[in-house]
Every structure is written in C-alpha cells, then in structure tokens.
C-alpha cells in the first residue's frame, strides 16, 4: 500500500513539471513527500537537456538540500535573479475544497510556501485524491505560526474565534515544533458540534477566506495554513492510476 501511494506521489509530482514547466522560468518548489517528487523531475529535465536556465527557490531546508543534490540553481526572493518574483509555484497541500482552496503547513513551511505562491504568476497543487475534501479546516488541523512570546495571547484569541488549539509537539524530540525561523506551530481546529460520542464528532464549517485574513491580525501571529488568495490548479492522482487536473476558478 505504501508503495501504490509513493507511485502516485512520483506520477503526479511529474505530471505537474511536464506540464507546466519551461526553460527559462523563475521556478518555487515545495516541500512535502509529494512535492519532492516534482523538485526531482526538475533535476532530471535540467540533467538531460530537456529544462535549461532554472532559477529555483527552494521553500525549506527540505527543498534546498534537493536542489543541492540535483544541482537546481536556486536563490532567494531577495536575490537579483528572483527579486522580480516567480512565473511558477509547484506544492503539495493537507487539504484542497472545490474552490481550490487549501490548507497547507503539515511540514511546517507554511510560511516560506506562502511567499512563494503568491509571488508567483501560477501556482500549481500536487496532491493523491485523499486530499480532496467538501469543507477545508474539517480534517486536517489549520497550522499557525507563531513567535514564542505571543503564544498564551494568540491561542486565548484564536479561542475567542471558536478555535480548539493545540501546540505542536515534535516527534523524536522533546518539547515542541520549532520552525525554521524559531518560532511555533498552533494546530487549531474549530469549534465540535454533536459531542454525544466521538464518532459524531465533526467541525464546524468556517469561511476560510475571512479567516486566514482574521487569524493574520492577531499580533503575534506570523502565518496561518490557509491559502485561500490565489487559487491554483490542481493535479489529483487518483487510485485507479489516472491524474486529473483541476483549472485554477
């Protein structure tokens, strides 16, 4: 099983770059198991003549230390070659509604996927069909990045919004996530309605929009995990083998 949903990780991942990448572009690339495989496509049409003059931007340490090994030439945004901003962003995402709106920020790169997508021209999602849901923000928790010193007043207004939070713990280390910039990840999810048992357990709908807007005024907030400003397109493989591409709205 886990090898049927690395192969559809892999053929998506390289759908998305043959389909819209070329020579010449200014080029954001994601982080994440599906993402990944997009970033080595890239390498392996720039190593055999197919891509040439990339100038990548690498989302997080993840991205970087594969364009090290693939030898993607990539840059900063403030860098002379990206300052004028990307043609192109290829991600991954946690979740994605019939708006082709996302929730994105399980790896904790929100922040930097975020300045990429919407320095970016297009935009382009790579997920398998499990990602695909009615309601974003229903499933998979809303990440917010946070400085350390916010922590207590942000999560006391994120309550006040009707959000259940819950601070990120890492994994095979003690204490909590640490972003890449020293900051926090809150995982929020909105008030439960039906709490008879658990399996009655569902969220209440929000609008992603209005909130990722809201959640950004709070002070002490650096990021949330919606991306709701620029909807992409979508490329979904699905079980049976096929990838579908949903156009940006």
Known sequence: ????????????????VDGMVKSGM????????????????VGELLQNGTLCDISAFATSFQAEIE???????FYTLNSRELSSGLDLTIDGADEVDPQNRLI?????????????AYASSAFAIVVDESKIVN??????PVPVEV?????????????NIGAAVIIREAIRKAGPVITE?????????????????????????????????????????????????????????CSDGTIETRPAP
């Not at 364009?67 to 030439?73: N, S």
């Not at 400085?147 to 309550?159: T, W």
């Open 147 to 159: 400085i350390p010193a916010a922590r207590v007043q942000v999560i006391r207004r994120l309550e």
């Open 26 to 41: 200014k080029l954001g690339l994601g982080t994440g198991s599906t993402a990944i495989h997009a970033v080595r496509r």
């Open 67 to 73: 364009c090290e090994k693939l030898r993607i030439p």
């Open 135 to 140: 309601n974003i923000g229903s499933g998979f």
């Open 181 to 237: 910039h020293g900051n926090l990840i809150l995982d929020i999810r909105f008030e439960y309605q039906g709490l008879q048992n658990r399996q009655d357990l569902f969220c209440k709908p929000i609008d992603p929009c209005l909130m990722e807007a809201e959640i950004n005024q709070i002070p002490g907030v650096v990021e949330n995990g919606f991306f709701t400003q620029k909807p992409p397109v979508i490329y979904i493989a």
């Open 104 to 116: 994105k920020g399980g790896g904790g790169a929100m922040l930097i996927e975020k300045l990429a």
């Open 1 to 16: 099983m886990e090898q049927d949903s690395d192969k559809l990780k892999r053929a998506v991942g390289r759908a998305a």
